[in-house]
């Protein structure tokens, strides 16, 4: 019998214009899988308060509180450090991490912190760039796409994609993308054939032992990618991190084509990662209006719990970590301590019940 | 506790935004595009006053008129834009007072369950209807800024509302109109058991129809925008006149053009950018109508107005921005 593990998704924000925008995303992954979520928020100790750090937090995203696992994680020090923390704590399948601001200067020395999460590989992530619409973002996924580069030998991310396309009964795109050509070669034609329709829809099901994929296969090269993602309606892009992080001058680089795709892109590293066991949530749907809906609101509600419960972690956290709960507790006895709703927890992670 | 002793009544300062907006929020929008003219501005007033390029100064008559009429052009739209963001924000404020009425009603105007039902029922009964109705304005005010914002409704619903609703909502394309009509059928049965009379209903049914008129309201600001020539015409002339604007200020100003140029520009470009953030105020930036934190605040209220035990926090601008 297999332990079943929810989609843990921590959602690193930094309370951009882009993170406000990636809200009807997180809510729709939430609806669509079984979700725990983390809101995590990282600071410089030295240059801003803990508190004013969490009070900013617990106003970001605030009805996330509603949902049925949510979290929010204040930690120090980078967003690279706080997701390989995170990662040591506890399981992560999924680490969302929208473009911050644009400073609207060159960044000269200052890499980019999304292709540092994706050299990283802690865990896939998920990202997408400012000028993705919020439609789009929205949008139930019906329509995911899995790009693969000719010739390289990177499959992870496909697997990921048919595991996420099964679980949310989504038409799987496999597009390969050509490398570039010149002008008078005939590489294109070379590499047409092999990659055929039934070519690929074979080696993907062979690959991932499924065949309850549809799979459409496409062939393009890399400055068509956004229309052929139009075209197909892509409503999430799985890619190869590798492909798309690159160096330029001194820093490191997420390649521009990826926020020019303009829709959510999940980057998946070739290092051996968690595998995901993604759970589809299986929804009720009733067509006609019927005197038990008049019942109230579920006898399962969550219901506060004056004392935080404490999850075991299995190795010890170096930094503090702060947990911070969305809702506030009113006319009720107050709990001794840990003091109101938000709890410091070092050494041992506390999760404090959403009370809402 | 931390929210109970520091809550603000609606409407403080920090509702809106603070009184500087930073600069850091503007900049990015508009740096490429001043970065371009400046470039643009240096090469024409190095040509001119170092290659003794002097076909490229021209009259500032015809620029200055230009200008008048441009403002005047970009004043109007922003006017248009503002009002749509105004109207959206009213329509809000609209939302908070008619939710207040529906709950106050409901909590008023509903009589206690008969004595001939069963007595096992009827306390239950009682406390079933005021919690059906608070939780379904509560639902129905969220499921409201999820459908105008694009967003998924349901994890927030699943754990406020009885599944069977929730599953019947699923197959609603439009989930809050789903949720009036739940309402509609809520104060229907009120009726037929005798707990509202006929004058009552009307009452009731009659703020439900005027919060199906705030989201109709909202819908149509939301699905019509401002029509394509105000978006597009206004970029064409702001990018005209401020290339053309080094050519009028070349002579006079010499190798100081650039400066003056991009400043003109900058107030330019500046105005055309304003104007593009609020003219869709339920588009999910940090421009929009606060919805978020305005049906926070309704659902404090009505939780509060039904003495509920738990509430959700205050929710408090981030960077200025509430959102």
Redesign the interface.
Known sequence: MTEHHAFHVAFLTN?S?TC??A??AV??L??AIDVRLTLVHTHDPAATSAHAVE??L???F??A????ECRRVVLPGTPADAIRHLGEVGPLDLVIAPAG?????PRLTRSSIRARLVRDAVAPIWTVGPGAS??L????HRHVACVVRVGTPGWEHVRRACDYARAVGATLHVIHVLPEVHDGTMLRLAFAAPFDASATATQVRAMTGRRDIALQPHTTSRGQLPGVLDRVQADIVFVDGSHWIGRRFLTRRVHRGLDALQRPVICVGNTETRPWHIEPRR????????????????AS??T?SPTPVPVPVPVPVPVPVSVVA???????P?PVEPA??EVRLAPVLRVVPN?? | ????GRRRPLGSKEMIVRDRLPL??V??A???RLGLLFVFDLSIAVLYSRAGYDVLALSSLPLGMMGAGLSVFLAFRNNSAYDRWWEARTLWGSLVNQSRTFVRQALTLVDAPKPSRSRSQGADAE??VA??LV?WQVAYV?ALR?HL????????L????????V??L??QRNVPLGLL??AG??LR?LFDEGRIDSYRLTQLDSTLTRLCDVQGACERIKNTPLPRQYEFFPRVFVLAYCLLLPFGLVEGMGLLTPLASTLVSFIFVSLDSIGRDIEAPF????HDTPM?QLS?TIEINLRDSRG??????D?????GFV?
């Open positions: 309370f214009d406000f925008r809200i009807p809510a729709q939430c609806d009070a900013t617990r106003n970001f605030p009805e509180d509603r949902y049925a601001d644009p400073l609207g200067f919020a439609a973002l929205g949008r139930a929804h009720a749907r009733t067509r006609r209006w019927s005197e038990a809906m008049l019942a109230p609101r579920p509600r969550p506060p969305g809702g506030t507790q009113r006319r009720m107050r109101e709703h009370p809402i | 506790m931390r929210g109970a850091r929020r900049w990015p508009i740096s490429k406390v079933d919690d059906t939780d969220h999820c914002r694009g967003q998924n409704p349901y994890p927030e699943e754990t406020t509302m009885a599944p069977a609703l599953a019947w699923r197959t009509l739940h059928h809520c049965r588009e999910s930036t940090v978020t926070h509920d035990l738990h509430v959700p926090h929710v408090r601008p981030i960077d959102y």
